[in-house]
């Protein structure tokens, strides 16, 4: 079994069994780094795909051998982002920071990854711009949350774009929680990220403060028979086609361009196979949320792909927030979405009145 197998199997035994727990990014608070066969519940009420073995290469052997998988175009910049990321996913905090303390060890290593001047997108918030707003973030976070611990799952380069897969844990007012976060980075000549933008669920999070709040996806399910093959890889003369199929909430040309594939997204237990639940998951999606979004990175890897649009979405309670989604087209027909539902199901103020129950003793 290989190390990203082991890691995987890890993954599964934990999580068997457990619903309602919190996937944990608060918007304003918690910026965090970012980052099958049958698989097992992951922690966002999402699922967890099983990947390949991790895959071989002489580049950046040494971080090769703590992510599942690394693929793509790996450049010194990229090896040195991918270094940084592992160094403060693996770090122990020790003693929480303190307000202001940028001094801190695990600050440090978190700043070591972002420019000066870098931009960070959080689900639900305007970006972050430059060192001190950052580092007062990530300051927040890890003193409500100062075992915050990740691994690298499907990492991808593709120049200076950096696509970062991980399995996130935390624990949140006792409980022990464990989510996927995908964090799109934009890299400059020494490996430093210059943009972010982190995509994950909140819902969850909320959810388990306020259990009155409902899953956007509850009762989608598979019906029928699995048909088809698996997906054809995803191309770049596809990019315009398919945003336009996302904005035109069409969910035929959406669902039919992945043939047989396994659908794995926010608010399921377990991966759609049929037409028609990846049908039916789709048009619930539709029905809550009007996307605007805009073509953003791709990285093409050897196996995997990873396809991002951003944007707003205008929710069925007419709020109109940042939104983005992520697209992984993965080896054997695995098709991931990763966006946040939080604001599909809630407002301004109701998320304000949930992050303060949330933080409160």
Same mark, same amino acid.
Not at 136 to 153: A, E, K, W
Not at 243 to 259: C, K, P, Q, T, Y
């Given at each position: 079994?290989?190390?990203?197998?082991?890691?995987?199997e890890?993954?599964? @035994?934990?999580?068997?069994?457990?619903?309602?727990?919190?996937?944990?990014?608060?918007?304003t608070?918690?910026?965090?780094?970012?980052?099958?066969?049958?698989?097992?519940?992951?922690?966002?009420?999402?699922?967890?795909?099983?990947?390949?073995?991790v &895959?071989?290469?002489?580049?950046?052997?040494?971080?090769?051998?703590?992510?599942?998988?690394?693929?793509?175009?790996?450049?010194?910049?990229?090896?040195?982002?991918?270094?940084?990321?592992?160094?403060?996913?693996?770090?122990?905090?020790?003693?929480?920071?303190?307000?202001?303390?940028?001094?801190?060890?695990?600050?440090q290593?978190?700043?070591?990854i972002?420019?000066?001047?870098? @931009?960070?997108?959080?689900?639900?918030?305007?970006?972050?711009?430059?060192?001190?707003?950052?580092?007062?973030? %990530?300051i927040?976070?890890?003193?409500?949350?100062?075992?915050?611990?990740?691994?690298?799952?499907?990492?991808?380069?593709?120049?200076?774009?950096?696509?970062?897969?991980?399995?996130?844990?935390?624990? %949140?007012?006792?409980?022990?929680?464990a989510?996927?976060? %995908? /964090?799109?980075?934009?890299?400059?000549?020494?490996?430093?990220?210059?943009?972010?933008?982190?995509?994950?669920?909140?819902?969850?999070?909320?959810g388990?403060? &306020?259990?009155?709040?409902?899953?956007?996806?509850?009762?989608?399910?598979?019906?029928?028979?699995?048909?088809?093959?698996?997906?054809?890889?995803?191309?770049?003369?596809?990019?315009?086609?398919?945003?336009? /199929?996302?904005?035109?909430?069409?969910?035929?040309?959406?669902?039919?361009?992945?043939?047989?594939?396994?659908? @794995?997204?926010?608010?399921?237990?377990?991966?759609?196979?049929?037409?028609?639940?990846?049908?039916?998951?789709?048009?619930?999606?539709?029905?809550?949320?009007d996307?605007?979004?805009?073509?953003?990175?791709?990285?093409?890897g050897?196996?995997?792909?990873?396809?991002?649009?951003?944007?707003?979405?205008?929710?069925?309670?007419?709020?109109?927030?940042p939104?983005?989604?992520?697209?992984?087209?993965?080896?054997?027909?695995?098709?991931?979405?990763?966006?946040?539902?939080?604001?599909?199901?809630?407002?301004?103020?109701?998320?304000?009145?949930?992050?303060?129950?949330?933080?409160?003793?």
């Amino acid at each position: 079994m290989t190390t990203g197998q082991q890691g995987r199997e890890n993954r599964k @035994t934990a999580v068997l069994g457990r619903s309602g727990l919190l996937p944990a990014a608060l918007a304003t608070v918690m910026a965090f780094a970012t980052v099958t066969t049958e698989p097992a519940a992951s922690a966002t009420g999402s699922v967890r795909p099983a990947t390949g073995p991790v &895959a071989q290469g002489s580049e950046c052997a040494e971080a090769r051998k703590k992510v599942e998988r690394l693929e793509g175009l790996i450049t010194p910049n990229a090896c040195a982002f991918i270094e940084r990321q592992i160094a403060f996913g693996e770090a122990p905090t020790g003693t929480p920071p303190v307000p202001g303390g940028f001094d801190h060890p695990r600050v440090q290593a978190y700043l070591d990854i972002f420019d000066e001047e870098a @931009t960070l997108w959080e689900a639900g918030g305007a970006p972050q711009r430059g060192h001190t707003t950052i580092g007062n973030s %990530i300051i927040g976070s890890l003193r409500l949350v100062p075992d915050l611990r990740y691994t690298g799952t499907e990492v991808v380069a593709d120049g200076a774009v950096m696509m970062f897969g991980q399995w996130n844990e935390v624990t %949140i007012k006792g409980q022990k929680v464990a989510y996927p976060q %995908i /964090a799109r980075n934009v890299l400059s000549d020494d490996g430093k990220t210059i943009q972010a933008r982190r995509y994950y669920d909140r819902y969850t999070v909320f959810g388990s403060a &306020a259990p009155e709040l409902r899953n956007l996806f509850e009762g989608v399910a598979d019906s029928g028979r699995a048909t088809g093959g698996a997906p054809k890889r995803f191309r770049a003369d596809e990019i315009t086609a398919r945003l336009a /199929a996302w904005n035109g909430e069409d969910v035929s040309a959406l669902a039919d361009r992945m043939g047989g594939a396994r659908l @794995t997204a926010p608010g399921l237990s377990r991966p759609l196979v049929t037409p028609a639940g990846r049908a039916a998951y789709l048009q619930k999606l539709f029905d809550r949320a009007d996307v605007e979004l805009k073509a953003g990175q791709v990285a093409f890897g050897e196996s995997t792909t990873y396809v991002e649009w951003h944007g707003r979405v205008t929710s069925e309670k007419g709020a109109r927030v940042p939104f983005g989604i992520v697209e992984r087209f993965g080896p054997g027909a695995e098709w991931e979405l990763f966006f946040d539902t939080l604001p599909l199901v809630a407002d301004d103020t109701e998320i304000a009145a949930l992050f303060q129950r949330l933080t409160q003793p």
